[in-house]
Nanobody
């Protein structure tokens, strides 16, 4: 099994920034960030494939969020700039051996989440 632990969440005002970290026990081909809120359900936010050689983002965060990966330290990052209230939710780190886009059904390893609140 792959263990993943998220950190870095918090409460901020609109326009501010947060940097999330996900420490994982071993790397898989696909590493990604998902978020879940009561009104929107689970949504793929950003993903890194093959150690970060390719990345993808949901349209609503393009230009504001950046996913990065430190393969030496086994850490996946999500830099979130210019946060908006719609970004609020529980953010989860996930891993998969194979992925297409940011569909959650491809991911079988999940962290416990870190809360992000933007007001």
């Amino acid at each position: 099994d792959v263990q993943l632990v998220e950190s870095g969440g918090g409460s901020v005002q609109a326009g501010e920034s947060l940097r999330l970290s996900c420490t994982y026990s071993s790397r898989r081909h696909c590493m990604a960030w998902f978020r879940q809120s009561p009104g929107k359900g689970r949504e793929g936010v950003a993903g890194a494939v093959n150690g970060g050689r390719a990345t993808r983002y949901v349209d609503s965060v393009k230009g504001r969020f950046t996913v990065g990966q430190d393969n030496g330290k086994n850490v996946l990052y999500l830099q979130m700039n210019n946060l908006e209230p719609g970004d609020s939710g529980m953010y989860y780190c996930a891993a998969a051996s194979y992925c297409v886009g940011l569909e959650s059904t491809n991911y079988n390893y999940w962290g416990r989440g870190t809360q992000v609140t933007v007001s």
